[in-house]
């Protein structure tokens, strides 16, 4: 896909691209979360309309868990210790709640927040019966 967008012209280029403010509220989030002079370590999305708001944001594993809820499809981004190392991770959660036309769009829909989230180790999913603490933990290990 890389070739393909370097070979185009600009308008063609430019038509591929999120605008930038239906992600302004992520890139502005996600700052804070890449700050050593925050505590923040996470930030939580949802997409209104055609643009990604802020849920919520906060600090630890706990508290991201509960941002996450059944009837929607969340989008965040955090922070995380890895072997003495910090990395930072995408995450996406499809809540039990949602219907699966909602579902299948939430693979489509992650690009645009991902994106404005740069400097992330991976892009991870939880599944909405795994909501724990423990199994968030299993997926970065693994990643």
């Known amino acids: 896909m890389a070739e393909v967008y370097a070979t185009m012209d600009k308008a063609a280029a430019d038509g591929m691209k999120t605008s930038s403010d239906k992600t302004a509220a992520v890139a502005d989030a996600w700052a ?3 700050s ?3 505590a923040i370590d996470w930030a939580a999305f949802v997409l209104e309309g055609k643009a990604y ?3 919520a944001e906060g600090s630890g594993a706990p508290a991201l868990l509960e941002a996450l809820r059944e009837d929607c499809v969340t ?7 890895v072997g003495g190392a910090v990395k930072f991770f995408h995450l996406l959660y499809v809540g039990s709640g949602v219907g699966i ?3 299948n769009k ?9 994106n404005a989230m740069d400097g992330a180790a991976g892009d991870l999913e939880l599944p909405p019966d795994e909501k724990t603490a423990e199994k968030l933990a299993a997926l970065v290990a693994a990643a």
Do not use: H, S, W
């Open 101 to 103: 036309i909602k579902r």
């Open 36 to 38: 050593d002079a925050t």
């Open 75 to 81: 989008f965040a981004g955090f922070r995380a210790d």
């Open 53 to 55: 708001k802020l849920r």
């Open 106 to 114: 939430a693979q489509l829909q992650k690009n645009a927040p991902f």
């Open 32 to 34: 804070r979360v890449r």
